[in-house]
């Protein structure tokens, strides 16, 4: 009984590692098909807008929201101290050092992460990657790389355009909802917002997030089992596994730059 | 096993026996765990990756079973997509290639179709319009007639036939279909388990004095390959279940 447990949590633990093995090879082979894409750049193009400006609505749909729930929340605490003119300092921060993106890594993996493991993973499964080796088509350079590269510049493109309209919905409500000043919402924000410390740290965090977001998805995809169950279970890992890489990361990485 | 030149060889054998897998060696994309492979004299697990890659593109063709149409890509991309990644052919030079090798298939008219529109036949007939795209000296076909209904498999032996002696091309055919493979091999080879288990000519093999190959061929239900899966006998079975089910 005991030797039947030790040996399967022997056996996960060799899967595990040999998991990790192959994804740190597959993300070496990708990394250096990239090159390719200097002589294909139409392949890197039409993934920038698959993986891209597709998942754009379902991001300024949720950024737009995000800043006007934070206002009204910063607004409804701060009021109380009568401090509610820090209204735009508190929401430029939040969205700028963490929400922007942790949201935009989270909405990624879910939208664009998702459709890329069950997209390649498909293609395993109906041998399309298999054919292509046939024809003497690296896959690696020609389907994998595309979408790893568009995935890695998307991110942080998203993640500035969730920022911008996180703080236009905050100023929205600032301004029309709860009667504070335009001008003061603005200079609020300008004093106390550092170009280094608050958006680049953000921006460097989204990068992180979208190159490990994108190569789970893009692995999963490609390692899956090539039956509708194992697509389906690897779709999911993708989710499950990227969100929490996300959010997992994101407290190494705030505890890393704010010295806290 | 040797597999001539100019010929049509098939590899015949029941399912899971590892036709397919013989296959995937062939082409380099799994490695044995013993034994070689040559392709044109050159070992194929021997190569890196670029020289393989080189074979494949030099003297390689492959029908999947599901033909691996790329799905996000039209008929015509797709007999066009070898040439676009292997030529630095001019897109009109393309263009005339892709139509002459439609047309050999019978789907010229199919062009602008997308491969979900496209029937099981049709589809494995555009993947074999790809697969000669760059002329390959060898093609090897996995499990060409499966799942087909008469007709279309009609026009796929017609089309290995043809195009073989057409084109002089190696044609290596992996089935279980026997007398549709039989009618278009020069040679067979019966596969089980892993093993070669006879070879020869078609007529020879129908000649064949092992029970196992008639029982293959003939399709018979019971011989040495048993109808039951292995399992004690029926009686002890029942005998159990009535056991387990008394208080």
């Not at chain 2, 009109?92 to 298939?105: D, G, T, W």
């Not at chain 2, 020069?186 to 093993?195: L, P, T």
């Not at chain 2, 020869?200 to 018979?220: C, H, I, M, R, T």
Request: with cysteine.
């Amino acid at each position: 009984m005991i030797g039947d447990k030790l040996q399967q949590i022997g056996s996960r633990t060799l899967n595990r590692f040999n998991r990790i093995g192959r994804g740190s090879l597959f993300l070496w082979q990708t990394i250096i098909s990239l090159p390719y894409m200097i002589e294909r750049p139409g392949l890197l193009i039409r993934q920038l807008y698959y993986v891209g400006v597709q998942t754009l609505l379902i991001i300024l749909v949720a950024g737009l929201f995000v800043g006007m729930v934070l206002a009204l929340q910063s607004y409804i605490v701060l009021v109380d101290f009568g401090a509610e003119d820090s209204i735009s300092q508190m929401v430029s921060l939040s969205i700028l050092r963490e929400l922007g993106p942790v949201f935009t890594g989270l909405l990624f993996a879910g939208r664009a992460g998702s459709a890329l493991t069950a997209e390649i993973g498909l293609m395993k499964s109906t041998e399309q990657l298999s054919g292509m080796e046939m024809m003497a088509v690296n896959p690696m350079k020609y389907i994998i790389g595309p979408r790893f590269l568009a995935g890695v510049i998307a991110v942080p493109m998203l993640t500035s355009i969730f920022m911008a309209i996180s703080i236009l919905g905050g100023f929205f409500v600032a301004t029309e909802m709860l009667g504070i000043y335009e001008g003061v919402f603005w200079s609020q924000m300008q004093n106390n917002v550092d170009f280094y410390t608050d958006l680049m740290n953000g921006m460097i965090k989204s990068l992180v997030f979208g190159f490990v977001v994108v190569w789970i998805a893009v692995f999963e995809g490609y390692d899956c089992i090539p039956t509708s169950e194992g697509l389906g279970q690897a779709t999911t890992r993708t989710v499950v596994h990227g969100s929490l890489a996300v959010l997992g990361l994101d407290f190494i990485l705030t505890a890393l730059m704010f010295n806290v | 096993m040797d597999i001539e030149r100019g010929k049509v060889t098939a590899i015949m054998g029941p399912s899971g026996t590892g036709k397919t897998t013989l296959l995937k060696l062939i082409g380099g994309q799994i490695k044995p765990d013993s034994g070689s492979v040559f392709v044109d004299g050159k070992n194929v697990h021997k190569l890196s990756q670029s020289a393989l890659y080189d074979l494949r593109r030099r003297t390689m063709g492959m029908l999947f079973q599901s033909g691996a149409l790329l799905t996000d890509l039209s008929v015509y991309d797709n007999v066009a997509f070898p040439l676009r990644e292997h030529t630095t052919l001019p897109e009109e030079a393309i263009h005339h290639l892709i139509l002459l090798k439609l047309e050999a298939v019978g789907l010229r008219g199919a062009r602008d179709l997308m491969p979900a529109e496209l029937s099981g036949g049709m589809a494995r007939r555009v993947a074999l319009a790809r697969a000669i795209a760059l002329d390959p000296q060898m093609i090897m076909f996995d499990e060409p007639f499966t799942g087909q209904d008469p007709i279309s498999m009609g026009v796929l032996v017609k089309l290995i036939h043809d195009m073989n002696h057409a084109l002089g091309m190696t044609s290596v055919v992996v089935s279980h279909d026997v007398n549709e493979t039989a009618s278009i091999s020069d040679y067979i080879y019966v596969i089980s388990n892993g093993k070669v288990v006879q070879s020869g000519a078609p007529n020879e093999l129908k000649q064949s004095d092992s029970a196992w190959v008639q029982q293959f061929l003939g399709g018979l239900a019971d011989g040495p390959v048993p109808f039951h899966y292995k399992a004690n006998s029926l009686m002890d079975d029942l005998m159990e279940g009535l056991k387990s089910a008394k208080p």
